[in-house]
């Protein structure tokens, strides 16, 4: 891991009565304020459509909110346009559910995404629209993709690999962005369980090990308890828990899903991570 | 189709019958008391009937009004098979030539002697001239009578007969007439060739200057990329998006709805008669073609290849190169593939108006009567066509 000079702050995230309305008069987040640690996993959980989704893309502005205030880093990012929102996406990791990697590029290549924010400039600019980096990009994506294990995967096209693979793409691009926060949404709902377990355990590590914060969206109530010391839970659009893992209990939980959690919980994706045996970074 | 509340309640005799009556009647009337052609009478009987049969059933009015149609616009586009049968001679003569008479013959024979006795006299009065340059004009005349009788006798009359029959086989191809045989003589076949490599170079470069101008305007004209370079959901931003994608689709419009034969007419009466014409008249016909083509792709392109490049702090340029190109790359160049080959199908007949290629060769023979070079330049447009054809095929399977 590369090292990090990060102003110690408080809060990575500081969001204020946050509200998103899409055309249609459908309100996706409704009076949302919450707040994520310097050092801290956070995991959201809540049914579908709950605005988890939202809320995430609305921190990296690839929603735009409609009220309320934002502050990533300590940077006030409310309402903020052009390069400033890039600035923001640059320091700000995602994950996607769907991996959205280039699917005709390669594994290096993908990765090699995350080094775009570093070569701006007027001049600097012109080499990476035809996908040429300098030596010191390509060296920090391989390390990248050491970091999550798959070195050896670098010159195979995207769309070849596995859906965990993908996602360790994914997860190598945010490391070579060099990300000071890390934002996963449902990382794990389109991967098998053992996939799903690496995936979870890699963002694990990458947290203890660096210090980044992580906000991840999760489906299972399970995989959050496991792995968050923090659980927000949302439904329609309102944060209705915000605590310490430990602190939810059944009941909440119910209340969180409605009726029955068993129902929700085995949907279409198989909430099972048994083994809790940890993974390492590979060259962490 | 047509099950609705209404028609259920209507017997189903009335619903065939009504309408058909009104046909009856309609093509009676409009046969008997006008003087309408019989397809026209038709096509107004069928739409009277249509316009019956419209509350009753949808399926018969449809049906009535694409038979009205057809009967009109065959009127009006004067479809005549028996004509195509009664002028089959005319066809065969212009194709294949005509039967040669005795006439024809004797004609043709004379014709090639007295070429070769021109010849032999064009010579021997150059001989006659080198050799006395001051004798008068009576003196001439004699010596090159003279020279010639001498050089026709000197000559082997076999010689001289094979020459005669050369010439009488040539005129009396140019008497048949018709498009065969394909002319085949070296000096001609260059002559096509370079016309034809001129041909290719307008469409190269026609096909080049379009897909360089429309790959950026049409960024510019679908919203999935649009939204890269002006995003937001603010109402103004929605309105600007929709504005720009508007007023370029509307110069693609623009571009593509004239022919490149109209076009060329214009280049020419700018530019004057030549190549650069055509390539310009190529290139901007194509502009709209593809532009229109690649937008309609960019609209389809996966969305969250474009979130993944985005939201790690890509620049709108940087999202376009490396997650909009990826996905539509093997698109652009299967479909610039395919312009290319029937640009060149183009090109060779936009010298008809002058802005060169090949087709200004055709022009002038057609006009000469020389079919027999026209019958082979068009072989070998279409052996050039099925060449690039056949390596733009290859070309494509390569990419996919």
């Known amino acids: 891991m590369q090292a990090r000079t990060q102003p110690s702050l408080a809060h990575a995230i500081e969001v204020e009565n946050l509200g998103v309305e899409f055309s249609g008069g459908v309100h996706a987040l409704r009076d949302v304020s919450l707040r994520v640690g310097a050092n801290e996993m956070v995991a959201i959980i809540g049914p579908s459509g709950a605005g988890k989704s939202t809320l995430l893309r609305s921190i990296n502005r690839l929603v735009d909110p409609t009220s309320g205030t934002m502050r990533v880093n300590g940077v006030e990012t409310t309402g903020v346009q052009g390069r400033r929102v890039r600035d923001l996406r640059a320091q700000t990791g995602m994950i996607f559910q769907q991996f959205n990697l280039v699917s005709r590029l390669t594994v290096l290549q993908n990765v090699l995404v995350g080094r775009l924010r570093f070569r701006q400039g007027l001049l600097?600019?012109?080499?990476?629209?035809?996908?040429?980096?300098?030596?010191?990009?390509?060296?920090?994506?391989?390390?990248?993709?050491?970091?999550?294990?798959?070195?050896?995967?670098?010159?195979?096209?995207a769309s070849d690999l596995s859906g965990g693979q993908q996602q360790r793409v994914a997860i190598a691009k945010v490391l070579a962005q060099g990300a000071?926060?890390?934002?996963?949404?449902?990382?794990?709902?389109?991967?098998?369980?053992?996939?799903?377990?690496?995936?979870?355990?890699?963002?694990?590590?990458?947290?203890?090990?660096?210090?980044?914060?992580?906000?991840?969206?999760?489906?299972?109530?399970?995989?959050?308890?496991?792995?968050?010391?923090?659980?927000?839970?949302?439904r329609q659009g309102r944060v209705v828990f915000d605590g310490p893992a430990g602190a939810l209990t059944t009941d909440m939980t119910r209340d969180l899903y409605g009726e029955d959690v068993e129902h929700t919980e085995k949907g279409a994706n198989e909430p099972v991570l048994a083994s809790s045996e940890p993974v390492g970074l590979a060259h962490g | 189709m047509g099950?609705?509340?209404?028609?259920?309640?209507?017997?189903?005799?009335?619903?065939?019958?009504?309408?058909?009556?009104?046909?009856?009647?309609?093509?009676?009337?409009?046969?008997?008391?006008?003087?309408?052609?019989?397809?026209?009478?038709?096509?107004?009987?069928?739409?009277?009937?249509?316009?019956?049969?419209?509350?009753?059933?949808?399926?018969?009015?449809?049906?009535?009004?694409?038979?009205a149609v057809l009967a009109w616009s065959g009127e009006r586009s004067d479809l005549d098979p028996i004509k195509l049968v009664q002028q089959r001679d005319r066809a065969s003569e212009y194709l294949l030539g005509r039967s040669l008479t005795e006439e024809d013959r004797a004609d043709a024979r004379r014709q090639a002697e007295r070429l070769i006795d021109l010849r032999f006299e064009a010579d021997a009065s150059a001989a006659a001239r080198r050799a006395a340059p001051n004798a008068t004009?009576?003196?001439?005349?004699?010596?090159?009578?003279?020279?010639?009788?001498?050089?026709?006798?000197?000559?082997?009359?076999?010689?001289?007969?094979?020459?005669?029959?050369?010439?009488?086989?040539?005129?009396?191809?140019?008497?048949?007439?018709?498009?065969?045989?394909?002319?085949?003589?070296?000096?001609?076949?260059?002559?096509?060739?370079?016309?034809?490599?001129?041909?290719?170079?307008?469409?190269?470069w026609g096909t080049l200057?379009?897909?360089?101008?429309?790959?950026?305007?049409?960024?510019?004209?679908?919203?999935?990329?649009?939204?890269?370079?002006?995003?937001?959901?603010?109402?103004?931003?929605?309105?600007?998006?929709?504005?720009?994608?508007?007023?370029?689709?509307?110069?693609?419009?623009?571009?593509?709805?004239?022919?490149?034969?109209?076009?060329?007419?214009?280049?020419?009466?700018?530019?004057?008669?030549?190549?650069?014409?055509?390539?310009?008249?190529?290139?901007?016909?194509?502009?709209?073609?593809?532009?229109?083509?690649?937008?309609?792709?960019?609209?389809?392109?996966?969305?969250?290849?474009?979130?993944?490049?985005?939201?790690?702090?890509?620049?709108?340029?940087?999202?376009?190169?490396?997650?909009?190109?990826?996905?539509?790359?093997p698109f652009i160049v299967s479909q610039s593939l395919l312009r290319f080959e029937s640009n060149v199908r183009s090109a060779s007949v936009l010298g008809l108006v002058g802005a060169g290629g090949i087709g200004f060769l055709i022009d002038a023979k057609i006009k000469a009567y020389q079919y027999r070079e026209v019958a082979t330049m068009m072989i070998l447009i279409i052996l050039v066509v099925a060449l690039i054809d056949f390596a733009c095929t290859r070309a494509m399977k390569k990419l996919a």
Request: with cysteine; hydrophobic share 50%.
């Open chain 2, 209 to 329: 200057i379009a897909v360089v101008l429309a790959i950026p305007f049409s960024l510019m004209a679908s919203q999935r990329t649009l939204l890269i370079f002006v995003s937001g959901n603010q109402r103004w931003r929605r309105g600007l998006r929709w504005l720009i994608a508007g007023v370029v689709r509307r110069v693609f419009d623009a571009s593509r709805g004239f022919n490149e034969f109209v076009l060329a007419l214009i280049f020419v009466a700018i530019l004057g008669l030549g190549p650069f014409a055509g390539t310009l008249a190529i290139a901007v016909h194509t502009f709209g073609v593809l532009g229109k083509v690649f937008a309609d792709a960019f609209e389809t392109i996966r969305k969250g290849e474009v979130e993944g490049v985005q939201a790690s702090g890509a620049t709108a340029l940087q999202t376009v190169s490396w997650a909009v190109i990826p996905q539509s790359l």
């Open chain 1, 180 to 234: 000071r926060l890390i934002l996963a949404d449902e990382p794990i709902a389109s991967l098998d369980p053992r996939s799903a377990r690496v995936v979870m355990d890699t963002l694990a590590t990458i947290n203890r090990e660096t210090g980044v914060p992580v906000l991840v969206n999760l489906h299972h109530v399970e995989v959050a308890r496991r792995y968050a010391s923090r659980i927000i839970g949302m």
């Open chain 1, 124 to 157: 600097a600019m012109w080499p990476t629209l035809v996908r040429w980096f300098n030596a010191e990009d390509h060296a920090a994506a391989r390390r990248s993709l050491e970091q999550v294990g798959i070195a050896e995967l670098a010159s195979r096209r």
């Open chain 2, 137 to 204: 004009p009576q003196e001439l005349r004699d010596a090159t009578t003279r020279l010639a009788a001498e050089a026709r006798a000197a000559a082997p009359s076999s010689e001289i007969e094979e020459r005669i029959a050369t010439e009488e086989r040539r005129m009396l191809l140019d008497k048949r007439g018709g498009y065969f045989p394909p002319e085949m003589r070296w000096s001609r076949l260059r002559q096509y060739g370079d016309a034809l490599l001129e041909t290719v170079a307008i469409a190269i």
């Open chain 2, 3 to 67: 099950d609705g509340v209404t028609t259920s309640r209507v017997p189903g005799w009335i619903k065939l019958g009504l309408p058909l009556v009104v046909l009856v009647v309609a093509l009676g009337a409009a046969s008997g008391l006008t003087g309408w052609s019989p397809a026209i009478a038709l096509a107004v009987a069928c739409a009277a009937a249509a316009i019956a049969a419209l509350p009753l059933d949808t399926r018969l009015f449809t049906g009535l009004l694409i038979v």
